[in-house]
């Protein structure tokens, strides 16, 4: 069997992309297809100049494949049935297999809408090795746990669900190389992941665990609702080494919430660390998404020690009223206790408050804007809580009538300046003051800084290098490889590159700067701000 994995493009242009995480997934799913003997080529889209389908259609012209397989890290509906009909068109007729959370959260819906020949749910590493074998064999794809299809009278197949994966060091370490990471890493911006830290990053992603022992009302489970697994050290420092040595990577993102339940194990994993880095030549630099419900100094002080640039917390909101709503286990003074003692050490806070719950109102909102505009000093970002396909207050939605159409609104409606009302007080017109009062305060308390003097990148055209000077420390730092698409409206937020601050702030051009001074100023920008804010963001990163 001849088999092609397609990376989709992650945003609509005709020009390379790479600005973007690589899909963990698919070099997963790439790794295991490789390993159980299959032929496969990789085509990531995001690398090419030109329409997809001129792209793809050229690449299946190649040799005579057999499957198609591809999937989607986020939503990207488009996407996805683009690739879908580029394929069904084309004179080779082969099989399209689709995975990804889309279709593990909503795998009827998308059966009956995407021509897809299977649909993968919930993890894929078994499922696609079974599915192909079954193809090859000319099996009954109904005895495949973990999928959905149409059978030959045109109804809609969901298979039992797979078990989970209990031994996560039993699967290969994705491939990244063959879906095209080292092209990537040579082109990206400093702002990529490291909030430019780096002028040249080469930054890896990491999956340390799968699963979550906590079910947030918000949330978008990606493999679906499954219980908590996690890699050993010996595994994931074995694949750090890895990402070393073939990918000359200067920094990581480890991706497990809950690793620094296990003090034990945290400590065995800095160690392991702090090991590599005095063996490297250059610096390597790493993040990790940590719940604030196991921040004390001493564990802040452990990451640091071992190059633990900065941790992303998931504060949401400030009133304990609307935490219970989430599900969310956490207290509001464990919020304060992590953004303090982040503060005292020195750490980066990447954190978000998000609005919106079923269970806010004015009180709780004003709640966690006061509680922002008095402790955060801009450093938490501000934003809305998003319905996605799967999660407690999306199916609350429905429920509601706030979303009339699913697939309408999964195709159309799903992106972010889509804000909806799905609380269960608050009437439209009190809705929107929230919405101007966080577009507001966001405005207000975040820093934007002009830089004192820009440069032409030398390597790249679309790239500038910019002296600043920090508003916090007023310490002056040139940062490099700033990607902009528009010299008189860009901006892009950065770690100011003093360890002793190491704070968040905006490098901004005058005009866009002069844009956020009148905002203050004047209700009618004020009010129109989300449509001018959106076409701002479509001239820049």
Request: hydrophobic share 35%.
């Amino acid at each position: 069997m001849k088999i092609l994995l397609v990376i989709p493009k992650y945003e609509s242009t005709k020009k390379p992309v790479y600005e973007y995480f690589f899909p963990i997934g698919l070099g997963y799913i790439l790794a295991v297809i490789k390993k159980f003997g299959y032929e496969v080529d990789c085509i990531n889209l995001n690398h090419y100049y030109g329409e997809i389908r001129k792209i793809l259609s050229k690449k299946l012209s190649t040799k005579k494949y057999d499957v198609v397989c591809s999937g989607h890290m986020g939503v990207g509906y488009s996407m996805i049935e683009k690739i879908i009909n580029v394929v069904k068109e084309h004179p080779s007729k082969p099989k399209v297999i689709i995975g990804g959370a889309l279709i593990t959260s909503e795998p009827e819906l998308m059966t009956q809408n995407l021509n897809y020949d299977f649909g993968v749910i919930g993890e894929g590493e078994l499922t696609i090795v079974d599915l192909l074998k079954c193809l090859k064999n000319n099996g009954n794809p109904a005895d495949i746990k973990g999928i959905c299809f149409k059978d030959s009278n045109k109804k809609i197949i969901i298979t039992p669900k797979r078990e989970v994966i209990k031994d996560l060091d039993s699967i290969p370490f994705p491939d990244f190389q063959n879906m095209g990471i080292k092209e990537q890493l040579g082109k990206v911006s400093s702002g990529h992941a490291l909030f430019n830290y780096f002028d040249y990053p080469r930054s890896y992603q990491i999956l340390g665990s799968r699963g979550c022992p906590f079910n947030c009302t918000f949330c978008y489970h990606i493999l679906g609702e499954s219980s908590y697994r996690q890699r050993s050290i010996k595994n994931l420092i074995e694949e750090i080494k890895y990402a070393i040595n073939h990918y000359k990577i200067n920094h990581f993102s480890l991706n497990d919430d809950m690793f620094a339940f296990d003090k034990k194990r945290l400590s065995e994993f800095c160690g392991e660390i702090k090991k590599i880095i005095e063996q490297l030549s250059w610096e390597l630099k790493w993040d990790y998404q940590m719940a604030v419900t196991h921040v004390d100094e001493k564990t802040l002080k452990l990451l640091k020690d071992s190059g633990c640039h900065y941790i992303g917390f998931g504060f949401e909101s400030y009133s304990p009223q609307v935490l219970r709503s989430m599900r969310k286990p956490i207290t509001p003074e464990m919020i304060d206790n992590a953004i303090k003692l982040s503060f005292k050490l020195k750490m980066p806070v990447v954190a978000n408050f998000i609005f919106g719950d079923v269970a806010e109102t004015k009180e709780t909102a004003n709640e966690t804007l006061n509680y922002w505009k008095s402790n955060c000093q801009g450093q938490v970002k501000l934003f809305f809580i998003h319905p996605y396909p799967g999660s407690k207050i999306f199916h609350h939605c429905i429920k509601k009538g706030i979303i009339k159409d699913k697939l309408n609104y999964i195709k159309n409606k799903i992106h972010h300046t889509n804000i909806l009302n799905m609380t269960d007080s608050m009437s439209d017109e009190e809705f929107k003051w929230l919405i101007d009062q966080v577009w507001k305060n966001t405005i207000k308390y975040s820093c934007y800084v002009s830089p004192i003097e820009i440069h032409q990148n030398k390597n790249f055209k679309e790239r500038i290098d910019a002296r600043v000077k920090c508003p916090f420390c007023e310490c002056i730092f040139t940062y490099k490889n700033l990607y902009y698409q528009n010299r008189y409206l860009y901006n892009s937020r950065v770690i100011c590159r003093n360890k002793d601050c190491n704070m968040l702030f905006f490098i901004a051009s005058k005009p866009y700067i002069l844009t956020i001074k009148y905002y203050r100023q004047f209700d009618f920008l004020r009010k129109n701000f989300l449509l001018l804010k959106d076409k701002i963001l479509k001239m820049r990163v």
